[in-house]
């Protein structure tokens, strides 16, 4: 499976990115799609995830925030971000999670870079 990622930038604090994710590949064998993200000097950490039968998880400091959706037909997960803050500054990396018969599968995209500054 192959991710990529687009749609980071530059931002003011209280505006919005939608973040998009296209897969390609082995698409049959994915089970849930996400994004995470690492700022500068931290650790990767989950945004939000969404599995095959549409059920989203978020990260406490974004829920009400963004919203992560999929469209099964296209292989792509999308991220609409709200109301950004300057502490989602960060690059976030698309991610898939991948199953078939008894092999699992962890994939990565080459991250966006998303800056939310005045």
Not at 8 to 31: E, N
Request: one cysteine or more; hydrophobic letters at 30%; a positive charge.
């Amino acid at each position: 499976v192959q991710l990529q990622a687009s749609g980071g930038g530059l931002v003011q604090p209280g505006g919005s990115l939608r973040l998009s994710c296209a897969a390609s590949g082995s698409t049959f064998s994915i089970k849930t799609m996400g994004w995470y993200r690492q700022a500068p000097g931290k650790q990767r950490e989950l945004v939000a995830t969404v599995n095959n039968g549409g059920t989203t998880n978020y990260a406490d400091s974004v829920k009400g925030r963004f919203t992560i959706s999929r469209d099964n037909a296209k292989n792509t997960v999308y991220l609409q971000m709200n109301s950004l803050k300057p502490e989602d500054t960060a690059v976030y990396y698309c991610n898939a999670i991948t199953l078939y018969i008894d092999h699992a599968g962890d994939y990565w995209g080459q991250g966006t870079q998303v800056t939310v500054s005045s």
